[in-house]
Each structure stands twice: as structure tokens, then as C-alpha cells.
């Protein structure tokens, strides 16, 4: 990798997160300025990018339940919202050629349709960083994002499949036995390499093998890499290792992915013209999110999830490059579209970042008016919460949440409640007899239906996620209550950011760990002479 790049890419990302926006944000600008000082692309740069969506995609296979792909607001909400954002932008597009806008006029209507059909994608490169930077990624809207996203990749391949003029092998039909690999990875046998690869670097290397392994079967059937190695994640997501080989491959994904922001303002400066369009593209963004906002209300999901999950995909996609460039093959669009999606791409990024960073607080401020396209029916599963009397709550029910609630139950026989927004961990600290409930915690109208008149409860937070953390104290300010809060921490200045925001016990991991180890061992070994 050429110094240069890492130097650029470096200096955007940390200056843009000083003023609170994502790193990717200051590499996409990284990008353009390379661009600018006439940096090329160069293959070795487009391997990095490619790889990096590779990870990018299993980890959420990783992650990812088929059985959520089967709920109606994720595979009819997203088909009717690409079916309903490809017709409203395509007859617009229409409307601007029979106008006279330059660049339109000579648009068919299958043209026009294509290049609407390449905008109704949402990046699910930026939608996963964002889900991340912010602790949400199992969050409902979340999983609703995630969800759409996987639908939306699925209807790219089937695209792509079809312009191709090139049917998929006989031979793809055989993918259908790999059905049976959940069922056989259950067997010890069969999951022999993964149970036995440890937590070192043999687990790095199956990380970068498996992905690639789907990725070249899949292609050798005519069938798109990226999905092969979506796939190949979703059926390792149920083993018991999926998560720690998915923490494991983060920071190697994130790497890679840097090639990517940098390759999209690498692939060319656009004419002023061009720009102008890329700007109003751009601006048609706001229209997508609407869109999402009412179709995900109408499957009787709550505003705030709906808005969420809008906020998320208010962007175009990676993907309407690729549409974009099998257009370009087939001689229906010229070469300069490429270069005014991946302008428009990279604005509707820039400002889908401050927006999905304020995405809490926008919402809280227009509560009221979104509410009013709230069925009076809504999904079980994301029904507001009324606590009871309970002494004290725990949230995030992993090993340490569930750790915190055995002590305090059975050696200070406090009336617990466990709380997390994973349903798959509901029900199984459920059959161990815990008392558990599901919720997401950065939830205002979670708070909002605490009954304050009872004594107040003992808060604790013991999630991985700092930014969650942070966003329950926020929370808590917001409706004025005064809770006593202890929280979990692994780093000094999250130790630090933590106690001044109020909290009365942070309590570091890592530090009481070893003290917690040390009093073990020595009460083990020195307690028994």
C-alpha cells in the first residue's frame, strides 16, 4: 500500500472525528484529494477495497438469522420500498429530459428507470460503520437496517445475474447442500478446524479463509462473490465461536475498508456539470427516507424504530456503482454516470453522518410529529417496557451482565431484572430460569414508561459498548431522572468521560479483573494452609 494513501487517510479521518463525524466521512475526502493531487487508482488498491467488503459481508452473515429475513417488514418493506423509490425517481428523471435539462434529454425510458433503480440502494458499508460507531448494531432498527440491506443485495445479484446475459452454472444448484452445514456444525465432528483453531492467529487466518472460500465458489458457479461470502457467514452465525470470530476480524475489516472509502473519490473528478447533478441526486436523498419512514409504520413499527432504520439507509449505495457499471457494458448509460454515483454516493455519505450522530436527539425533538403515523398496532417485539419493582436492572445480559445479576441475586438477594436487546440471549438466560425482558436502552420512549412515582431503582450497565452507555445517561437527563447508574469500562478516558457525565460507580474491567484474580488465587492457594 502506497505511504501516501495511509497519510491521507489518516489525516482526514482524524480531523473530521475531532468535530464528531465518522472517520469514513474523512476518507471519502481523502479520496477526492488524492484525486485532486493526481493520485491514481491502482489494482492493489482495489484488491484492498474488494477484501474489505468480503469481511465486511460475512461478519454481518456472522451476525445475521435467516429467520429475520423471513419477517414480512424485511423482505416486503424493502421490496416495495425499491419498487416505490425506482418508479418516483425514474419518472422524475423522465420529467427532467422532456424539461430540457441537459444530461436528461437523451435518456430513454429504460435508461431512466436503470439509473432510478441504481439509486434505490442504501451503502451497507456506511450503514454497518454507522451501526457500529454508535452501539447499534443489535438494536431493533438495527436489525430492521441490516435486514433490508441483505434484501437489497439479494435483488443486486439477481440484476446483475440477468443483465449479464450469462445464466448461473447447472451447477449453482448444488449450493443448495450447504443448507445442511448449520445442522452439521452442531456435530462436534464437523466443527472440528473451528473449535480447534484457538483465539490467536489461526482463528485471524480462518477469518480470511472462509470468506475467500465462499467468494470463489460462488464465482465459479456465475454466481457474485460478495454473496458467497455473505453466505458462507450466515451459516457458520448459529456455532457457538460466530461472535468471537466476528470481534476478531473487526479491526482487519475496518483496515480493508479504507480502501474502499478511498477508491470511491479515487474513480474520478467530475465536470461542473456533472457535479450539479451529483448535487441534486443528492438532494433527492430526504424522499427515500420518507418513503422507508411510512412503509416501515404501515408494518406496525414504531416511529422512532422506523426513523432509525431510515436514518441508517439515507444514502446511496456501493452497489448503484456496480448496477451503474453493467448499464455502462450494455451501452444503455456512458462512462460519466459512474463518475456522478460516486459523487452523489459520496455526499449523500457526508451528510447521512452528522445526521445518524444526531439521529437521539432529532427524534426526541420531533417526537410528537412522528408519532402521528404510528399504528395503533404494533410488533411485540418492539413494544415500549414497564418495569415493576424491581431493586435494581441490569443491562446487557452477556458473561459480565450475567455475572452481575447471579451475585445479586443469590448472595444479596436483590430483585433483579436482566435486560438486552438480543432475543436469541433472552430466551436462553430465560430457560435457566432468569428474569429477563427484551429492550433497546438508547430507547427515549423506553424511559418514558418508567413509572417514577416507584422507588427508583439500581441501574447497572454492562454492555460492551461505551457509546450505549452513554446514550442511557443521555437518556436519563433528557426525562430529568435522577437514578443512581454503575457501568463497566475498559479504557481510562471512557472511565473518565463516564464519571463525568455522573455515573456513581465505574467500574474498569481489565484493572478489576486482575484484582478479582489475584484474591481468587490467593484465597485457592494460600487460604488452604
Sequence with gaps: MDPLWIIFAFGFGFTVKQIGLPPL???????????????????????????????LLFTIGLKLKIKNLLKPE??????????????????????????GFSKFTDLSLQTSFLIAFALSFSSTIFAVKILEETGSMKSTHGRIAIGILVMQDIFAVIFLTLSSGETPSFWALALLLLLFVPKLI????????LNKT?????????????????????????????????????????????????????????????????????????????FGIAIFLALLMPLKMIFLFVILTRFKLRARTSTLSSFNLANYSEFGLIVGAAGVVNGLITTEWLVIFAVALSLTMIMASPLNMKAQPIYARLQTYFLRFERETRLPEDEPIVFGKEEVIVFGMGRTGSEVYRVMTEKHHKTVLGIDINLDVIKKKEALGYHVIQGDVTDLNFWQRIN??????????????????????????????????????????????????????????????????????????????
Excluded at 484525486?35 to 492493489?44: E, K, L
Design 25 to 55: 466521512v474523512g476518507f471519502l475526502m481523502a479520496g477526492f484529494a488524492l484525486n485532486i493531487f493526481g493520485v491514481q487508482n491502482s489494482v492493489a488498491l482495489e484488491h484492498i477495497a474488494d477484501f474489505g467488503v468480503l469481511l
Design 74 to 99: 424485511i423482505w416486503a418493506g424493502s421490496s416495495v420500498h425499491m419498487l416505490i423509490t425506482t418508479l418516483v425517481f425514474g419518472f422524475l428523471i423522465l420529467l427532467l429530459g422532456l424539461v
Design 186 to 193: 452442531k456435530n462436534q465432528k464437523f466443527s472440528y478446524v
Design 198 to 274: 484457538g483465539h490467536g492467529e489461526l482463528l485471524i487466518l480462518l477469518g480470511v479463509l472462509l470468506p475467500l472460500s465462499g467468494a470463489a465458489l460462488f464465482s465459479l458457479v456465475g454466481l457474485k462473490p460478495d454473496l458467497g461470502a455473505l453466505v458462507f457467514g450466515m451459516l457458520l452465525a448459529d456455532h457457538g465461536r460466530a461472535e468471537e470470530l466476528a470481534n476478531t476480524m473487526m479491526g482487519f475489516k475496518d483496515l480493508f475498508l479504507v480502501g474502499f472509502f478511498l477508491t470511491i473519490g479515487l474513480s474520478g473528478l467530475p465536470s461542473p456539470e456533472a
Design 452 to 529: 417514577m412515582s416507584t422507588k427508583l431503582p439500581l441501574i447497572i450497565l454492562a454492555t460492551p459498548s461505551h457509546a450505549t452507555h452513554m446514550s442511557v445517561i443521555k437518556q436519563l437527563k433528557q426525562i430529568h431522572c435522577d437514578i443512581k447508574v454503575s457501568a463497566i469500562s475498559r479504557y481510562d478516558d471512557e472511565m473518565k468521560e463516564l464519571t463525568q457525565a455522573g455515573v456513581e460507580v465505574v467500574f474498569n474491567l481489565y484493572e478489576e479483573a486482575g484484582f478479582g484474580f489475584a484474591n481468587h488465587t490467593y484465597n485457592q492457594i494460600f487460604g488452604k494452609t
